[in-house]
């Protein structure tokens, strides 16, 4: 049950927030609390201890205060940012993590090249009539939670936690 537990919420609530991002650019807050609150519930019977548990946090912590300052400077929008913490802290402070975040860099810098070169033929895709959510033609963002979903389905086999879903490791 656990195991499932695991192996659903994390990925369900990262497409969710990807689908989300893509047709509205907006990330509800109920996802991070769901991931969160998750992890807070299956981390104690998949033997974590309370120093591992408050490892996981600090490293959502640690994601949070980058992510913080980037949505200070405007970079970064408010869901992105609490999406992406909240997801840091299902992979800890270790490899995986790393991992997770090279990933959510890359999917994010061709996510970027890609809307932006949409948004310069803007008027040839509405002449094809091409299906195109509005807000990625008209909106001067980019839903970067479609880069952080990518990045979690291609890191979280990775993490621990997957990892011991999976009967691999012991987390």
């Given at each position: 049950?656990?195991?499932?537990?695991?192996?659903?919420?994390?990925?369900?609530?990262?497409?969710m927030?990807?689908?989300?991002?893509?047709?509205?650019?907006?990330?509800?807050?109920r996802?991070?609390?769901?991931?969160?609150?998750?992890?807070?519930?299956?981390?104690?019977?998949?033997?974590?201890?309370?120093?591992?548990?408050?490892?996981?946090?600090?490293?959502?912590?640690a994601?949070?205060?980058?992510?913080?300052?980037?949505?200070?400077?405007?970079?970064?929008?408010?869901?992105?940012?609490?999406?992406?913490?909240?997801?840091?802290?299902?992979?800890?402070?270790?490899?995986?993590?790393?991992?997770?975040?090279?990933?959510?860099?890359?999917?994010?810098?061709?996510?970027?090249?890609?809307?932006?070169?949409?948004?310069?033929?803007?008027?040839?895709?509405?002449?094809?009539?091409?299906?195109?959510?509005?807000?990625?033609?008209?909106?001067?963002?980019?839903?970067?939670?479609?880069?952080?979903?990518?990045?979690?389905?291609?890191?979280?086999?990775?993490?621990?936690?997957?990892?011991?879903?999976?009967?691999l490791?012991?987390?």
């Amino acid at each position: 049950m656990i195991s499932a537990a695991i192996m659903v919420i994390f990925p369900l609530c990262m497409a969710m927030a990807a689908c989300s991002d893509l047709l509205t650019m907006t990330i509800p807050n109920r996802i991070s609390v769901v991931l969160l609150a998750s992890f807070l519930a299956v981390a104690p019977f998949v033997g974590l201890t309370l120093h591992q548990i408050l490892l996981h946090l600090g490293a959502g912590g640690a994601v949070f205060a980058v992510c913080f300052a980037l949505f200070a400077f405007g970079v970064m929008g408010g869901g992105d940012a609490k999406v992406l913490t909240a997801s840091a802290v299902w992979f800890g402070l270790n490899d995986s993590l790393v991992t997770y975040l090279i990933w959510v860099s890359v999917f994010g810098g061709l996510l970027s090249i890609l809307i932006l070169m949409m948004r310069s033929q803007h008027n040839l895709i509405l002449v094809y009539g091409i299906p195109v959510p509005e807000t990625m033609l008209h909106k001067k963002k980019i839903p970067y939670g479609v880069a952080i979903g990518a990045a979690a389905f291609m890191a979280y086999p990775s993490a621990p936690l997957m990892q011991s879903a999976l009967g691999l490791v012991q987390p």
